[in-house]
C-alpha cells in the first residue's frame, strides 16, 4: 500500500548506511548483452545525473535528542543500529550493481575523507567541478540506498567522464593499499555504473527496466501467477522475492524467498510451523525457502534485541519481540502481531517502525522495500494533530459516500508530529500513515506520523526557482506553501489513508457488509464484487494500487481542507485561512505539471505514484472546464519553452468542490467493490500522457525537463554509546557531510557488513540478465 505522503517539491532523498570492508574475494557482475558501452556525460540528458548545486539540508534533531533521558536515547541508539543495518538491504532490492558501488565508494572514503581526496583529484585530472561532481554523485548514492532515484525510479550516473573517474580511484589511498581488490571492484561495476541503455534508465519488469524484485527472466503473467500462488497460501509478497528458474517436465520453475536470519527452511527453535517447501501449483512448481538478506537480518535483529532493555513498557518490549521473530523466521504475520503492539502504544516519546514497509518500487506493487525510522515527538505540533482526530468523527461523513462505504467504527490513532533522527531507506517521506496491513487497518487501526524537521527543511523555495507559476502568485506560495502542506498532510495521512471501507468476504463465506441493501452509488445496483478470502487491496489492484491509493488520500486532503473546523484546528481563520485553501490546490495543480518529469513515453508508465497522482488530478480539474485552471505553454524570459498554470480562487469552492465530489466518489466504490476492471479504467484514462486534446502533454514533459530542479538530499546524524547514555553526533550540510556521516555509520563492523553485501549481491549475479 501506499502510506508515505511525499513532497511535492523537495526531495525527501535517504540517507543510509555505510560500512569497511574486510579483504574478501570479489566478483565481476556479469554484463548482459545490451550492455554494450560507455556513456559519456556530455552526451546524457540532465535527468540522469545530479547537479552540483543540488540542495543538501541536515535533519535538525539536536534538541529533540537532548531533552530524551538516558534510557530513552539508548532505545532510540539501538532502534537506529537496527534501521541503518536493515536499510542496507535497499542496495540488494534496487539494482544489481548497488551493492558494488556502494562499496567501492566506502573503500576509497574511509582512507581518505572528502577533503583529504580533494588532491588526489586534482593530480588525476579533475576540475574542481568535476570532483564535486563525484561527490554529488556519491552523496546520491547513499541518500537513495542505490544508483536510481528514490522518486522517479530513473538512473543517475556520475556527470564526469568514466576515465576521469577511473584515474580517481587509481590514485587513492585505497587502491594503493589493495590494487588487485579495488581494480576487481572496479570490473564489478564499472559498465552498470554508467550504462544508459534504454532498460537500464529506469527500475521496471521485463524489458521495461531493471529490478532485483524479480529475476530478469520473469514477466508481469509471472508476478500475477506467484501473486495467485501466495494468495493460495495466504502468504504476504512484502518480505519476499521471486526467481524464475527455468522449466521441468514442461513446468516452471520459481522461487519464493523470504527475508529473514534463519537459512534453515525446516521448523526451528522458536516456531511451530513452517511455510517452507516444494509446491505444485497451476501447472508450475513454487519452492518457498528461506534467507535472503540473512546477514543483514541477524544484525537488524541483534540491535532489536538490545533496544528491548530500554523500552518504556510491556508494549514496546511485546512489539520489539515480534519484529525479532518475524526477521529471524521470514513471518510476516510475526510483524503484524508485532504492529499491533506498535499501535497500542499510544503517545510514545521515542517512535519508531521497521520492516519491509511500502510497496512503491515493486513493479508489480506487492513487495515491501525495507525502512526503519525512529524519531522523537514533538509535542506542540502534536497537540494539532490530536485536535484533528477528536474531530475525525464529525469529518468523516463529510466525504463524498455513502455511510455504508465508510468504516463501522474509526478507530482512533496516534498522530503525533515527529522530528526524525534516523530514517533508513530509500527516500524520507513528509508524512506516514501505517501499518499497510488491511485487516489491522480496517478493523484494529493504525497511526499517522508527521515529520516535522523534514517539513522544515524542504520547504525553503527561492522565487526565482518557482516555475510555471504566475508572479502574483509566486509570494503568497512562499508565504503559505509549508502550512498549507502541514493542512494537506494532516487531511490526507489521517482522513485520506485513514478513511474508506473494503466490501469483504471471508473464508467462512461471511459478508462485512450487508449484500442484500447497499447499493453502488455510482449505478444505483446492488453491490456485485467484493475482496475474497486472502485477497488484498494491493495484490488486487497491484500494479495502480500505490498511486490509486495515494489520489484518493489527496482528493480527501483537497476536499476537507475546504471545511472552516478543520482551518481553524491549524490556526487559520478568516482570510489568511483562504490563502491556505488557495495555495493548497495551486500546489496540487503546479505539482500535476511537474509530475510530468515522472512520466516515461517509451514504455507509456508512471515511475513515481505520488506523481502520477497529482497529474491525474490536474487533469480532473481541467476538465471540469468553466476556468477553473488554466495552462498555457509559453516562451520563458530565456528564449526557452516555458509554461504557465493558473487557477481561479473564486471557483474552487464551486467548480473545484463539486469535480473532486465527484470523483472521490468514483475512487472510493471501485476500491471498496475490488472493482479492478472499472477502477483501471478511470485511472488509466486520466493517467493518459498524450500529445491529442486541448494539451499536448508530451510537449509540456520538455519543458518540465528543461526546468526541473532536483530534490533535496538529507545529511542525518549519527548516535554513539557514552557511558550509560547515547550521544548525537551531527555533520555539515553538504555533499561532503553527506559522505562523511556515511563512512562513520558502522564503526565496529562496517568492512564485515561491506563483505557480507558483496556476497549476496555474488551470489544472485547470474539472476539479473
Known amino acids: 500500500m501506499i502510506r508515505k505522503f511525499c513532497s511535492t517539491f523537495l526531495g525527501f532523498a535517504v540517507h543510509f548506511r555505510r560500512v569497511r570492508v574486510i579483504s574478501c574475494r570479489l566478483h565481476k557482475l556479469p554484463h548482459c548483452a545490451s550492455v554494450r558501452k560507455h556513456h559519456q556525460c556530455t552526451m546524457v540528458d540532465s535527468q540522469y545525473y545530479l547537479p552540483n548545486d543540488i540542495g543538501i539540508s541536515a535533519l535538525d534533531c539536536a534538541e529533540a535528542f537532548r531533552l530524551l533521558s538516558p534510557r530513552e536515547k539508548l532505545y532510540a541508539h539501538y532502534l537506529s543500529r537496527a534501521a541503518w543495518y536493515g536499510g542496507l538491504v535497499v542496495l540488494l532490492q534496487t539494482s544489481p550493481e548497488s551493492a558494488s558501488i556502494y562499496v567501492l565508494l566506502q573503500r576509497v572514503f574511509r582512507q581518505q575523507s572528502p577533503a583529504q581526496l580533494a588532491s588526489v583529484a586534482t593530480a588525476a585530472g579533475l576540475s574542481l567541478e568535476e570532483y564535486q561532481a563525484f561527490l554529488v554523485y556519491a552523496a546520491g548514492l547513499y541518500a537513495n540506498m542505490g544508483n536510481y532515484k528514490s522518486f522517479g525510479d530513473t538512473k543517475f550516473i556520475p556527470n564526469i567522464p568514466e576515465e576521469k573517474l577511473k584515474a580517481l580511484v587509481w590514485q587513492s589511498q585505497a587502491f594503493k593499499d589493495n590494487p588487485t581488490e579495488m581494480e576487481a571492484l572496479w570490473n564489478s561495476c564499472a559498465h552498470l555504473l554508467y550504462s544508459l541503455e534504454d532498460r537500464q534508465k529506469q527500475l521496471g519488469l521485463g524489458d521495461k527496466g531493471i529490478t532485483t524484485y524479480f529475476s530478469g527472466n520473469c514477466t508481469l503473467e509471472d508476478a500475477e501467477l506467484a501473486q495467485k500462488f501466495l494468495d493460495s497460501k495466504n502468504l504476504s509478497a512484502y518480505n519476499t522475492r521471486l526467481f524464475k528458474s527455468g522449466a521441468v517436465d514442461g513446468k516452471n520453475c520459481y522461487q519464493v524467498r523470504l527475508a529473514s536470519s534463519v537459512q534453515k527452511d525446516c521448523v526451528v527453535d522458536g516456531e511451530t510451523e513452517t511455510w517452507c517447501g516444494n509446491y505444485e501449483f497451476e501447472n508450475a512448481m513454487f519452492k518457498v525457502q528461506r534467507g ?62 521497521i520492516g519491509f514497509i511500502e510497496s512503491y518500487r515493486d513493479p508489480f506493487g506487492s513487495r515491501g522495500e525495507f525502512e526503519g525510522f525512529v524519531a522523537v515527538v514533538n509535542k506542540a505540533m502534536s497537540a494539532r494533530f490530536g485536535q484533528l482526530v477528536s474531530s475525525a468523527e464529525v469529518l468523516l461523513p463529510e466525504l463524498p459516500w455513502p455511510p455504508a462505504f465508510e468504516k463501522d467504527t474509526f478507530l482512533k490513532p496516534d498522530f503525533t508530529s515527529l522530528d526524525v533522527l534516523t530514517f533508513a531507506g530509500s527516500g524520507i517521506p513528509a508524512g506516514i500513515n501505517i501499518p499497510n496491513y488491511d485487516n489491522i487497518r480496517q478493523t484494529e487501526g493504525f497511526k499517522n506520523v508527521s515529520l516535522g524537521n523534514v517539513l522544515a527543511v524542504a520547504y525553503a523555495t527561492q522565487k526565482e526557482k518557482l516555475t510555471f507559476l504566475d508572479e502574483k502568485d509566486k509570494d503568497l506560495y512562499i508565504k503559505w506553501k509549508s502550512p498549507s502542506f502541514e493542512v494537506q498532510v494532516g487531511l490526507h495521512e489521517l482522513l485520506g489513508h485513514g478513511s474508506g471501507k473494503l466490501f469483504v468476504q471471508d473464508e467462512k463465506g461471511n459478508f462485512n457488509f450487508e449484500k442484500q441493501s447497499v447499493r453502488n452509488p455510482e449505478t444505483g445496483e446492488l453491490i456485485s464484487s467484493w475482496y475474497k478470502g486472502n485477497e488484498t487491496w494491493d495484490s488486487k489492484f497491484s500494479t495502480i494500487a500505490s498511486s490509486y491509493e495515494e489520489c484518493r488520500a489527496e482528493c480527501v486532503g483537497l476536499y476537507l481542507c475546504l ?174 557531510g553527506l559522505i562523511c556521516s556515511f563512512i562513520e555509520r558502522f564503526p565496529e563492523d562496517g568492512e564485515e557488513v561491506e563483505a557480507q553485501l558483496l556476497e549476496l549481491s555474488k551470489q544472485d549475479a547470474c539472476c539479473w540478465c
Not at 535472503?292 to 519481540?321: F, G, S, T, W
Open 563 to 736: 471545511n472552516k473546523q478543520v482551518l481553524s484546528i491549524f490556526g487559520h481563520e478568516g482570510e489568511d485561512a483562504e490563502d491556505v485553501v488557495y495555495v493548497n490546490w495551486l500546489t496540487m495543480v503546479r505539482a500535476g505539471l511537474l509530475g510530468l518529469e515522472f512520466y516515461t513515453p517509451e514504455s507509456q508508465s508512471w515511475r513515481q505514484a505520488h506523481m502520477q497522482a497529482r497529474f491525474v488530478i490536474l487533469q480532473v480539474l481541467l476538465e471540469a472546464g468553466e476556468g477553473l485552471v488554466t495552462l498555457q505553454e509559453t516562451t520563458g524570459a530565456d528564449g526557452r519553452p516555458d509554461a504557465l498554470i493558473t487557477l481561479d480562487r473564486a471557483k474552487i469552492r464551486t467548480v473545484g468542490k463539486n469535480a473532486i465530489q465527484r470523483f472521490l466518489c468514483k475512487l472510493q466504490v471501485h476500491k471498496s467493490t475490488a472493482d479492478v476492471e472499472g477502477g483501471r479504467a478511470v485511472y488509466d484514462r486520466y493517467s493518459a500522457v498524450t500529445s491529442t486534446g486541448s494539451h499536448d502533454f508530451l510537449r509540456l514533459r520538455e519543458t518540465v525537463l528543461l526546468r526541473k530542479e532536483a530534490r533535496k538530499m538529507f545529511v542525518q546524524a549519527n548516535t554513539r554509546v557514552n557511558g550509560e547514555s547515547a550521544e548525537l553526533v551531527e555533520y555539515e550540510s553538504t555533499a561532503a
Open 292 to 353: 535472503d538478506y540473512a546477514p543483514l537480518m541477524k544484525k537488524v535483529c541483534e540491535n532489536l534485541e538490545k533496544a528491548q532493555a530500554y523500552a518504556a513498557n510491556e508494549n514496546q518490549r511485546r512489539m520489539l519481540e515480534e519484529y525479532v521473530r518475524s526477521f529471524t523466521f521470514g513471518s510476516v504475520e510475526a510483524h503484524k502481531d508485532g504492529s499491533r503492539y506498535w499501535i497500542k502504544d499510544k503517545g510514545p516519546i521515542v517512535e519508531s517502525y
